[in-house]
C-alpha cells in the first residue's frame, strides 16, 4: 500500500533542507526504497536556513516567557515569508547567482539583528548549490498536481501542521479537526489548549488547507470535529489542568474521570467547530481514558 502513496510537501510548508534529506537517509536504512519516486515538493515552498534558527536565542531572551518552540527556525523562517524576504524553493533551482544576492542580503539583516551570530556565505552557497541538483526532480507545482489528482477522483489525505487551536489566527482549546473533500480529499489536524502568543507560525485550522496547498473552498465537503476526553498541549504556555505527578493510579483515574466531566471544554469546543466549520460529525474519543495507565 505505502509503495503506492505519494508524499507532497506543499506550499504551505517552510523546508529545511539539510534535515529532510537527513531525515531521508535515516528512513532509507530501516527499509524505505525508491522514495525519490513518491516524493514532491512545492517550488512555492520557503526554505528554513541554519542561521534561521536564532529562534532559540529568542527563547533564552524571553526566560519564563519563552513559547516552548522547537527552535528549529520554523517561526523566523515564516517571519522572512511574511516580510517578504523570503527565499524559495524556486529561487533555489532558478539563476543561482539571484539566489546568492537574496541568501547574502537575508543573512547580512540577521547579522545586524544578531550580532553573535556568524554565517560562512560561501560555504553555505556551496552547500545548496549541491543541494538544489539533488532535489530538483522532486520540485513541481503542486497546486496544479493538486488540482488535476482532484479532478482524476484520487484520494488525497492532508495532514495539518499542529493543531487548529495552535492556528496563529486563533487559540483557545482541544483536539482534532478532520474535513472531508467532495468524497476525495481528507484533513486531520491536533487541536490542542494554548492562547496567542503560545501558538505556531502558519494557520493550521482549515482555512490553511486552502492557503497551505491551494485548494478551493468550492472542494470543501463535510467537515469532521473529533475531540479527545481530555485537554493536551504542547509547548510552553497556559495549562491550568496539568498533572504533574500520576504515579498513583487511583489519581490518574480520578483526575481523567474529572477531565471528562468538567474540564472537556464543551464552549471552547464549539468555537473550534465553528470556525472550522464542523457540519455533520462531532466525535468523543472516550477510549482514550483507558489508553494508558502509568504506574
Same mark, same amino acid.
Given at each position: 500500500?505505502?509503495?503506492?502513496?505519494?508524499?507532497?510537501?506543499?506550499?504551505?510548508?517552510?523546508?529545511?533542507?539539510?534535515?529532510?534529506?537527513?531525515e531521508?537517509?535515516?528512513? %532509507?536504512?530501516?527499509?524505505?526504497?525508491?522514495? %525519490?519516486?513518491r516524493?514532491?515538493?512545492?517550488?512555492?515552498?520557503?526554505?528554513v $536556513?541554519?542561521?534561521? =534558527?536564532?529562534?532559540?536565542?529568542? %527563547? =533564552?531572551?524571553k526566560?519564563?516567557?519563552?513559547?516552548?518552540?522547537t527552535?528549529k527556525?520554523?517561526?523566523p523562517? !515564516?517571519s522572512?515569508?511574511?516580510?517578504?524576504?523570503?527565499?524559495?524553493?524556486?529561487?533555489l533551482?532558478?539563476?543561482? *547567482? =539571484?539566489?546568492?544576492?537574496?541568501?547574502?542580503?537575508?543573512?547580512?539583516?540577521?547579522?545586524?539583528?544578531?550580532?553573535?551570530?556568524?554565517?560562512?556565505?560561501?560555504?553555505?552557497?556551496?552547500?545548496?548549490?549541491?543541494?538544489? %541538483?539533488?532535489?530538483?526532480?522532486?520540485?513541481?507545482?503542486?497546486?496544479?498536481?493538486?488540482?488535476?489528482?482532484?479532478?482524476?477522483?484520487? =484520494?488525497?489525505?492532508?495532514?495539518?501542521a *499542529?493543531?487548529?487551536?495552535? /492556528?496563529? /489566527?486563533?487559540?483557545k482549546?482541544?483536539?482534532l479537526?478532520m474535513?472531508?473533500?467532495?468524497?476525495?480529499? !481528507?484533513?486531520?489536524?491536533?487541536?490542542?489548549?494554548?492562547? !496567542?502568543?503560545?501558538?505556531?507560525s502558519? *494557520?493550521?485550522?482549515?482555512?490553511?488547507?486552502?492557503?497551505?496547498?491551494?485548494?478551493?473552498?468550492? /472542494?470543501?465537503?463535510?467537515?469532521?470535529?473529533?475531540?479527545?476526553?481530555?485537554?493536551?498541549?504542547?509547548?510552553?504556555?497556559?495549562f491550568?489542568?496539568?498533572?504533574?505527578?500520576?504515579?498513583?493510579? $487511583?489519581?490518574?483515574f480520578?483526575?481523567?474521570?474529572?477531565?471528562?466531566?468538567?474540564?472537556?471544554?464543551?464552549?471552547?469546543s464549539?468555537?473550534?467547530?465553528?470556525?472550522n466549520g *464542523?457540519?455533520i !460529525?462531532?466525535?468523543?474519543?472516550?477510549?482514550d481514558?483507558?489508553?494508558?495507565?502509568?504506574?
Open positions: 500500500m505505502a509503495d503506492m502513496l505519494i508524499g507532497l510537501v506543499c506550499n504551505g510548508v517552510v523546508v529545511h533542507i539539510p534535515g529532510l534529506l537527513d531521508l537517509r535515516q528512513n %532509507e536504512k530501516k527499509g524505505l526504497t525508491e522514495w %525519490e519516486k516524493l514532491i515538493i512545492s517550488d512555492r515552498s520557503h526554505l $536556513f541554519d542561521f534561521h =534558527q536564532v529562534d532559540g536565542l529568542q %527563547e =533564552q531572551e526566560g519564563v516567557k519563552s513559547l516552548g518552540t527552535k527556525g520554523i517561526g523562517a !515564516y522572512s515569508k511574511a516580510t517578504r524576504n523570503g527565499i524559495r524553493v524556486a529561487d533551482l532558478g539563476d543561482f *547567482n =539571484q539566489f546568492a544576492e537574496k541568501f547574502q542580503g537575508l543573512v547580512d539583516m540577521y547579522m545586524r539583528m544578531f550580532p553573535m551570530l556568524n554565517v560562512d556565505v560561501q560555504a553555505e552557497l556551496t552547500r545548496y548549490k549541491v543541494y538544489a %541538483e539533488k532535489i530538483r526532480p522532486l520540485v513541481t507545482d503542486t497546486v496544479s498536481f493538486l488540482h488535476h489528482a482532484l479532478r482524476s477522483g484520487k =484520494q488525497i489525505l492532508v495532514e495539518g *499542529n493543531a487548529a487551536m495552535l /492556528d496563529i /489566527d486563533f487559540g482549546k482541544l483536539d479537526v474535513a472531508h473533500f467532495s468524497k476525495k480529499l !481528507y484533513v486531520g489536524t491536533l487541536v490542542s489548549q494554548g492562547t !496567542y502568543p503560545y501558538v505556531t502558519s *494557520n493550521c485550522s482549515i482555512g490553511g488547507v486552502c492557503t497551505g496547498l491551494g485548494v478551493p473552498p468550492r /472542494d470543501i465537503g463535510d467537515v469532521i470535529g473529533v475531540v479527545k476526553a481530555y485537554t493536551t498541549r504542547v509547548g510552553d504556555g497556559p491550568p489542568t496539568e498533572l504533574n505527578d500520576v504515579r498513583n493510579p $487511583f489519581v490518574y480520578a483526575f481523567t474521570f474529572v477531565c471528562l466531566i468538567i474540564i472537556f471544554n464543551v464552549k471552547t464549539f468555537h473550534a467547530c465553528s470556525k *464542523n457540519s !460529525y462531532f466525535w468523543l474519543k472516550i477510549r481514558l483507558l489508553f494508558y495507565i502509568p504506574l
